[in-house]
């Protein structure tokens, strides 16, 4: 019996060690990986993705503006300004997931929209979709679909021949379409809403 303690006890102070180990070394990378991702989703080949011209994001200047958009919109991810190498603002990059979730969960967005108010890129940064199916609305050709439209306008997703206001779906692939959908339609909700 004595032995078993013994041995229960040495387990004990093995886990207690390695639990204090893995708290540590969180504690001490957590603000590198916070920057790793940050940079990961917000480079310049990023940037250039979601707004066309830009080398990288940078914080929008009313710092609580973001604050209020998530305390009102729980898809509502973050929001940057574009700049070009002249320190210029080309257009707003609003990180949202969708309201509709796809085939297999939500799908995370960067949509980029000009000064003055037109769809101009998007970067998925986030998607459970189907390989070769759903996972498709990563591809340039669908994405390019949604270039060009007016933040205005609510999009709309159809299986046949497109309204101006909508897109074709993905053959076999109608969640992911509207989720990646809804989630673009948010970022034009914000957009009107907060930045018009």
Do not use: H
């Amino acid at each position: 019996m004595r032995e078993i303690v013994k041995l229960g006890g040495i387990l004990f102070l093995i886990a207690a060690i390695s639990a204090g180990v893995l708290a540590f070394s969180n504690d001490v990378t957590k603000d590198k990986i916070i920057e790793a991702e940050e940079a990961a989703s917000s480079g310049p080949e990023v940037a250039n993705a979601v707004i066309p011209g830009s080398i990288g994001f940078e914080k929008i200047d009313d710092e609580s503006l973001v604050d209020k958009i998530k305390e009102k919109n729980e898809k509502f991810i973050d929001l940057k300004v574009g700049k070009d190498e002249n320190g210029d603002t080309t257009g707003y990059a609003i990180r949202t997931s969708s309201p509709i979730k796809g085939y297999a969960g939500d799908i995370e967005i960067y949509l980029g929209v000009s000064l003055d108010g037109e769809i101009v890129g998007m970067k998925v940064l986030s998607l459970s979709e189907t390989a070769g199916l759903g996972s498709n609305v990563q591809n340039a050709d669908f994405q390019e679909q949604y270039f060009g439209k007016s933040a205005d306008m609510q999009i709309g997703v159809s299986k046949g021949t497109p309204e101006e206001n909508e897109i074709v779906a993905l053959s076999g692939a109608t969640y992911s379409s509207r989720s990646i959908t809804s989630a673009v339609n948010n970022a034009l909700d914000i957009y009107n809403e907060y930045l018009k």
